[in-house]
């Protein structure tokens, strides 16, 4: 490719609305431009790494016995009623309806139309175990996309599910998913982590989920310092010894009658303490107009120290008494429509993060007669710190007996579950048995975040002068660069002569055969990432020689020009 016929499309500054690393550099390195939050272009350079990412996870996931499809984005909302999840999933299901007003999904994931198909097309054991795979777009209605295509709305996932008579079978794919995500992650050339994962709302006892370290990741995980043991956050604390974990905080089982009307008078009322070290979210129930229908009428969020309480939605901390609307809260927790009532009046619910907490919290509210009610704890809606979640169980017994618990960050880029029937039985997926009769499938599933990997993979291999690819996922493999072609004749020739070599020798080659000064050019090769540039210049020309560059390492190597392509290559 050359580069005048090309986009380059890098940027000198950095874009102010870019707060971490990848997404700063895939602005500035041409790799994609936004179109509206969480929807993102992908231009040329970033096309092509992305599509290196999935011939990756392709070929291993054809290795590890999966067989490739590709269903539809548009998904019917009738199978999403079968299985429950229509109402389940709450807003970040993007829904439409046709020109017949038939009401549609944008899939977030492919559960219901792969059992649909499978339980059309399977009709007996003979047939399995059976696992499919696709490498799609999946579209998320995210309540705060961020960091470009890392929380997208629109991104590349690669989704696997698995179909078996037995829970024996199904473990046996679940490790070869395993060991086949091991290998995508090793070979893409990134620091990972496989960790024990919370099955939370979809069931099923057997999930990890694989985390790329990174500072800038939005989760947490615990790392036992004398053995094996990795959990997410979640995980690590619903599992870890109880008397590790303070009891539930009784200033929040106490918190009533709100007749503050301040959040300093609130403060001072209550005293409200903070419940471990989460942030906690208080949601204050209050009852509608009519007295009828509980709606909840003050959210505060406090910090740990709770010297600090922040509402969701300023104007209902500023009037905590009056009426809220139910779509403000909706809005402000991310709650689904309905889901929030009934809440009686001066019923507080308190959300913690951690749904281990929680249920220990719920247990001591509800001896006090106070209700909670409807919110989906599983979902996450508070924003938290890793200091915040040091505090909870950093330096904790690690639950595997050995050791005691540290926390890193993390980017989840796969995650992987034992679904058991979940979904077979709710759409009734079933298939002939040996004994003749009819017996349903349990399922497995398997993610990838094929989109969001590019990113992760930008985190971990960057310096200051821009991304530093691994051989496997840079755009190009080697840019040519010519120093001042147009003051000599010499140099274009050669420069011509060795990218019609590279060429045909089939290496991926970017020829910068811009008339830009040497600095602009070698700038962009070192922000675009490309591992090898090769620099044609007056001066060694006069001794034969180009000079190979080294992005990863800095080392600079002199090459006859003859032999240059084949030791190159
Ligand atoms: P997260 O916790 O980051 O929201 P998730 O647990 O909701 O992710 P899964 O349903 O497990 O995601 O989907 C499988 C994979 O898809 C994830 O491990 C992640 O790598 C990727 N993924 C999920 N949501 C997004 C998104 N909004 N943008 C880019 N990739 C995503
Ligand atoms: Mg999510
Ligand atoms: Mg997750
Ligand atoms: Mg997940």
Known sequence: MRTSQYILATLKETPSDAEIISHQLMLR??????????????????LKVLRKVEQVVREEMNKAGAIELLMPVIQPADLWEE????????????????????????????????????????????????????IQTKVRDEVRPRFGVMRAREFTMK??????????????????MHQAYCNIFERLGLDYRPVIADTGSIGGSVSHEFHVLAESGEDAIAFSDASDYAANIEKAEAVAPSEARPAPSKELNSFDTPEAK???????????????????????????ENEERGLVALIVRGDHELNELKAEKLELVDSPLEMA????????????????????????????????VMADFVAGANKDGVHYSGINFDRDVTEYTVEDIRNVIEGDPSPCGKGTLHIKRGIEVGHIFQLGSKYSEAMNAGVLGENGKNQIMTMGCYGIGVSRIV?????????????KWPKTLAPFELAIVPM?????????DIAERLYSEFQAAGVDVLFDDRKERPGVMFNDMELVGIPYTLVIGERNLDENKVELKNRITGEKLMLDIDSAVVEIT
């Open 325 to 356: 609307k139910e779509e403000d809260i909706v809005a402000a927790i991310g709650a689904r429509p309905g889901s929030l009532g009934p809440v009686g009046l001066d019923m507080p619910i308190i959300v913690d993060r951690s749904a281990a």
């Open 262 to 288: 301040t959040i300093e008078e609130l403060k001072a009322k209550h005293g409200v303490k903070p419940h471990r070290g989460v942030k906690t979210l208080i949601v204050y129930g209050a009852p509608d």
């Open 83 to 134: 299985s429950g999840r229509w109402e389940q999933f709450g807003p970040e299901l993007l829904r439409i309806n046709d020109r017949h007003n038939r009401p549609f999904a944008l899939g977030p994931t492919h559960e219901e139309v792969i059992t649909d198909l499978v339980r059309k097309e399977i009709n007996s054991y003979k047939q399995l175990p059976i696992n499919f795979y696709q």
């Open 484 to 492: 001042n072609m147009h003051k000599s004749h010499r140099i274009p």
């Open 455 to 467: 990113a992760a993979a930008i985190e971990q291999n960057n310096d200051k002068f821009g991304i």
């Open 159 to 176: 989704d696997a599910y698995s179909f078996h008579m037995t829970e024996e079978c199904l473990d046996n794919t679940y490790q070869r």
């Open 29 to 46: 390195a041409g790799m994609i431009r936004k179109l509206a939050s969480g929807l993102y272009t992908w231009l040329p350079s970033g």
